[in-house]
C-alpha cells in the first residue's frame, strides 16, 4: 500500500477534479467567501493583543486579568468547534454558519458596551464561540465539494485567510486604539459581523445527506468514532504538532526580542508580518500543487522543511548570537512548511468519515487550539529570553509531526483503535 492509499476515494475523486460532478461543482462556494470567513475567528484573537495593556489600565484590573480576554478566546474556539461540526452535519452548513455570525455580532455589541472587565470577557468567549464558526463550516465546506486532493489545494488557498488576518490585526488595533480608544476595536468587530452576516447568506447549502441529529450522547460517539480510527489520531496530530509550532513562538518570541534583543514592539511586529508572509507563500504552494503532487506527498515535503527548520533553529540559539536574522529565519523556513503540510493534513483528516466532515473539522480545530494553547504554556516555563527554549518547544512538536505521520503512512483506511 503507497502512502497516497491511506484513504480510498471514490471513483469521482479519482478523476479530474474538472470531471467533478457538474451538481457539486455548482453547490460550490467562491474561494474569496469561504477565505474571509475562515479569517473572523483569528482576526478577532489577535485585533485586541496590542491594548491588553490599555484595558488593564481602563477598566483598573491586573494585566493578567486583561489577558483572559485572550485565553477566554481560545478556550471559546476549542469548544465551539466541538459543537458547530455535529450540528453542522444534521442541519446543514449554510444555517449553523448564519447562526454562528449572529452569535458573534451580539457577542461584539456586548464587547463594544462592556461597562467591566468581567462583562468583555464573557462577551469574547461568545465572540469566540461565534466567529470559530467560519473556521469549522468553511472545511467542511470545502469537503462537501470537492474530493480529497482537490479539497487540499482549496483549503490552503483558503488559509491563506488565517495567515493574513492575524497578520493586519494587531496593527489596525493599535492605530485604532490610538486614534479613538479601544472602543473603537469593537465597532469595527461589530461593522465585520454585519458584513459578514450579509455575506453568509450568498453561500449555499452544501451538504448532501444530511445525519440524525445525534444529541450529547450521540456527539461522544460520533467523536469515539472518529478517534478509533488510527488515520484519523493521526493526521489530527500531524496538525495540533504544527500548529503548535506557532503557538510556541507566539508564546515565547516577544519576550525574546523585546526583553532578549531590547527591540521595540514595532519591530517585533514587522518582524512577525514577514512570517505570516511566508506562511502564506507555503499555503500558495499547497494550492496550486496540491492536485498535481498528491496530498501525502504535499504532506511530507511540508514537514521535512518545517522540522528543517525548528532543528535550525535551535542550532543558530546555540551557536550564534542572539539577533533578529538568526531567530526569525528558521520560523520563516517552519512557516513555509506548515502551510504546505496543514491543508493537506486537515483535508486527510475530515477525509476519513466523509459523512462526519463536518464533525471531524471541528474535532481537528479544537484539539490544534487546545494543543496550542498548551504549547503557549510550556514556551513560557522554558524561555527566559534567550531564544532557545521556544526553538526547544518548536523542535519538540515538529518531531512529534514526524512520528505522527509515520503512523499515518502506517495506517490502513478501515484500522481502529489496537
Known amino acids: 500500500m503507497s502512502p497516497r492509499d491511506v484513504l480510498p476515494e471514490s471513483p469521482a475523486e479519482q478523476h479530474d477534479p474538472r470531471e467533478w460532478p457538474p451538481q457539486l461543482r455548482a453547490r460550490a462556494p467562491a474561494t474569496w467567501l469561504l477565505t474571509v470567513l475562515m479569517g473572523l475567528g483569528p482576526f478577532s484573537m489577535q485585533i485586541i493583543i496590542p491594548v491588553l495593556p490599555t484595558l488593564a489600565a481602563a477598566f483598573a484590573v491586573p494585566y493578567a486579568t486583561a489577558q483572559m480576554t485572550l ?21 446543514g452548513r449554510r444555517p449553523v454558519l448564519l447562526a454562528g455570525l449572529a452569535v458573534y455580532l451580539l457577542g461584539s455589541v456586548a464587547a463594544l458596551l462592556a461597562p467591566g472587565m468581567g462583562w468583555l470577557v464573557a462577551a469574547r468567549a461568545a465572540q469566540a464561540a461565534g466567529g470559530c464558526a467560519g473556521m469549522v463550516l468553511s472545511r467542511a465546506i470545502i469537503r462537501d465539494v470537492f474530493p480529497r486532493n482537490q479539497a487540499a489545494s482549496k483549503i490552503g488557498f483558503v488559509m491563506m485567510g488565517m495567515t493574513v488576518a492575524p497578520m493586519m490585526a494587531p496593527l489596525l488595533g493599535a492605530e485604532l486604539s490610538a486614534a479613538f480608544g479601544w472602543r473603537a476595536i469593537m465597532v469595527a468587530c461589530t461593522a465585520f459581523g454585519v458584513a459578514m452576516l450579509l455575506l453568509g447568506l450568498r453561500l449555499p447549502e452544501t451538504l448532501a445527506t444530511p445525519q440524525p441529529l445525534p444529541g450529547l450522547a450521540g456527539m461522544a460517539q460520533a467523536y469515539w468514532q ?49 512570517v505570516s508572509v511566508t506562511y502564506a507563500l507555503g499555503s500558495f504552494v499547497a494550492g496550486r500543487f496540491s492536485v498535481r503532487w498528491g496530498l501525502e506527498r504535499m504532506l511530507w515535503y511540508g514537514l521535512v522543511i518545517a522540522t528543517g527548520g525548528t532543528l535550525l533553529g535551535v542550532a ?20 513555509v512548511g506548515n502551510g504546505m503540510s496543514q491543508p493537506s493534513a486537515v483535508a486527510a483528516a475530515v477525509s476519513v468519515r466523509p459523512q462526519l466532515a463536518g464533525t471531524a473539522s471541528g474535532l481537528v480545530g479544537a484539539l490544534q487550539m487546545g494543543f496550542g494553547a498548551v504549547m503557549t504554556l510550556v514556551t513560557s516555563a522554558l524561555e527566559f529570553g534567550a531564544g532557545i527554549g521556544t526553538a526547544a518547544a518548536m523542535a519538540g512538536c515538529a518531531l512529534g509531526a514526524q512520528l505522527a505521520m509515520r503512523g499515518a503512512r502506517r495506517a490502513s483506511p478501515s484500522s481502529v483503535a489496537d
Open 71 to 91: 485565553t477566554v478566546y481560545l478556550a471559546g474556539i476549542a469548544i465551539g468547534q466541538l459543537i458547530y461540526g455535529p450540528l453542522s452535519d444534521h442541519f
Open 226 to 274: 472518529l478517534a478509533r480510527l488510527r488515520s484519523f489520531r493521526c493526521y489530527t496530530a500531524i496538525t495540533a504538532c504544527t500548529t503548535g509550532t506557532f503557538f510556541a513562538f507566539m508564546a515565547g518570541a516577544p519576550r525574546v526580542v523585546i526583553e532578549g534583543m531590547g527591540h521595540s514592539t514595532r519591530s517585533y511586529a514587522v518582524a512577525f508580518m514577514a
Open 316 to 335: 543558530m540559539q546555540l551557536g550564534l548570537p542572539l539577533m533578529l536574522g538568526t531567530f526569525f529565519l528558521p520560523m520563516a523556513l517552519v512557516a
